[in-house]
């Protein structure tokens, strides 16, 4: 059983950064594919970040790209997402996914029904 855990939401002022962190559960934690997702009120789960097993490829929304910075410590068992120039819109439950499946690069990483496992998540919220 793999278990994920969040941290690290909080308010900011636009412009602001905050750094999340997803601490996974799990031996083989290091082949799991992993992502950041969000939701909004009233709005669908949307990708935002995801990441191979090796760490040596990243995928990111066209919504943060050039913001926002996933990577991973498979010695820590750990998943981070540095999040730069906050916008209000940003303003969101923040939710880690783990899959240990093997995943199509790049076509099956933004897709939310390809990861089996979910931390509880975070709110983020944005204020301008």
């Known amino acids: 059983q793999v278990q994920l855990v969040e941290s690290g939401g909080g308010l900011v002022q636009a412009g602001g950064s905050l750094r999340l962190s997803c601490a996974a559960s799990?031996?083989?934690?290091?082949?799991?594919?992993m992502a950041w997702f969000r939701q909004a009120p009233g709005k669908q789960r949307e990708f935002v970040a995801g990441?191979?097993?090796?760490?040596?490829?990243?995928l990111y929304a066209e919504s943060v790209k050039g913001r926002f910075t996933i990577s991973r410590d498979s010695a820590k068992n750990m998943v981070y997402l540095q999040m730069n120039s906050l916008k209000p819109e940003d303003t969101a439950v923040y939710y880690c996914?783990?899959?240990?499946?093997?995943?199509?690069?790049?076509?099956?990483?933004?897709?939310?029904?390809?990861?089996?496992?979910w931390g509880q998540g975070t709110q983020v919220t944005v204020s301008s």
């Open positions: 996914a783990g899959s240990t499946i093997p995943l199509s690069w790049s076509a099956d990483y933004s897709l939310r029904g390809a990861y089996e496992y």
């Open positions: 990441i191979r097993s090796s760490g040596g490829s990243t």
């Open positions: 799990g031996r083989t934690f290091s082949r799991y594919a």
